[in-house]
């Protein structure tokens, strides 16, 4: 498998990685590792890290960041080559007997390895259940009278009673918030929640594209696409609105040209292409049907919406990347040519 980078691993638990300047930017994708990670920058130069949900930040000399196992997280190309150290949280023996169990290998109980787990699994259940024994929880009836209590719960330690009070209170200050998200007719990843702003500007995008699909129907080409052009340049102003707010996601004006021009003839421009020919001989699908996809995947931005901040490419490329024949909603067709390796 190609890799947007090259690395060395200098231990079990250290990697040296580089990111070239010359990286294409399209393969810098979202991803996830399997175990805890602490990235250290060496050195780079306007590069940005970003973890799902949150704003990037800047990859400074010495900079670090801590990365969980499972949370996704990508790269922000900046100027020069990028240089960090990786270093892995190491797998504990727990992780190890896991591991075999999941590849349907039998542990020993004779090893000591089999002896050890079984010994400080002992070891930790016993110091739990003195624990138990020992701290007696407190009752009172400090919060016996709240009414967030039901039935039994009077009788509970002042502790869980708390805990059961703060959560019903919780529970009614968001309960309004969680409606409208509920009765909103878009993703609650795309951050438009019922009667917001961003809400009432995708929805109106939506009717005018239906609309110009009505025109179009009846031999108005023209005011079809004013129409048209007027939807997909509100959303190219939503998300560049977006954008604005971090230094690292903001488009060029010949990018939103052809990103428009795109929209509007239908037609991908050759550097598109070239990135997707690679994607479809990497994976062995047939390069049309990429294209379809990718295409597929720009109409979506405009008609369904996206996260927060992204440009109808990344949009585009993201439904590329996670098409598969298999899925229902996709287009990409299997390649009778060898895969690439």
């Known amino acids: 498998m190609n890799y947007p980078f090259k690395q060395k691993r200098i231990n079990e638990n250290t990697i040296i990685r580089v990111f070239s300047k010359d990286v294409d930017t399209n393969e810098l994708v979202w991803h996830r590792d399997r175990s805890d990670r602490l990235i250290e920058v060496i050195s780079g130069r306007g590069w940005y890290i970003q973890l799902e949900n949150k704003i990037p930040q800047k990859l400074t000399d010495g900079s670090k960041v ?8 990508r790269v922000i190309k900046g100027d020069g080559d990028l240089k960090i150290r990786i270093h892995e949280k190491k797998k504990g023996l727990w992780a190890n007997i896991h591991a075999k169990k999941k590849r349907g290998e039998k542990s020993n109980p004779r ?54 009070i703060d959560k019903a209170r919780n529970s009614k200050s968001s309960k309004k918030e969680v409606d409208e998200n509920e009765k909103s007719n878009h993703p609650s990843n795309y951050g438009a929640p019922e009667g917001s702003k961003r809400d009432k500007q995708l929805d109106q995008t939506q009717a005018d594209l239906k609309k110009a699909k ?89 008609t369904s919406g996206s996260r927060k901040g992204m440009t109808a490419h990344q949009w585009a490329h993201a439904r590329v990347n996670s098409a598969n ?17």
């Open 214 to 302: 009505k025109l179009r129907k009846d031999g108005k080409s023209k005011q079809a696409k004013e129409l048209e052009q007027r939807a997909y340049k509100r959303r190219d102003r939503m998300e560049r609105q977006e954008r604005e707010k971090n230094e690292s996601l903001r488009m060029s004006e010949s990018q939103i040209r052809d990103m428009i021009r795109e929209f509007l003839i239908e037609e991908l421009s050759a550097k598109v292409k070239k990135s997707l020919d690679k994607k479809a001989e990497k994976r062995g699908f047939t390069k049309g049907s990429v294209y379809k996809e990718f295409e597929k995947g720009l109409a979506a931005f405009a």
């Open 111 to 164: 090893s000591k390895e089999y002896q050890s787990a079984k010994k400080a699994g002992q070891r930790i259940n016993r110091n739990e259940s003195d624990s138990i024994k020992e701290a007696e929880p407190e009752s009172t009836i400090k919060y016996n009278a709240d009414p967030a209590l039901k039935g039994d719960q009077t009788k509970l330690p002042d502790k869980l009673q708390k805990g059961i």
């Open 66 to 73: 801590i990365i969980e196992a499972g949370q996704y997280h």
């Open 325 to 341: 024949p298999s899925k229902k909603w996709a287009v990409v067709k299997k390649s009778k040519a060898k895969k690439k390796k």
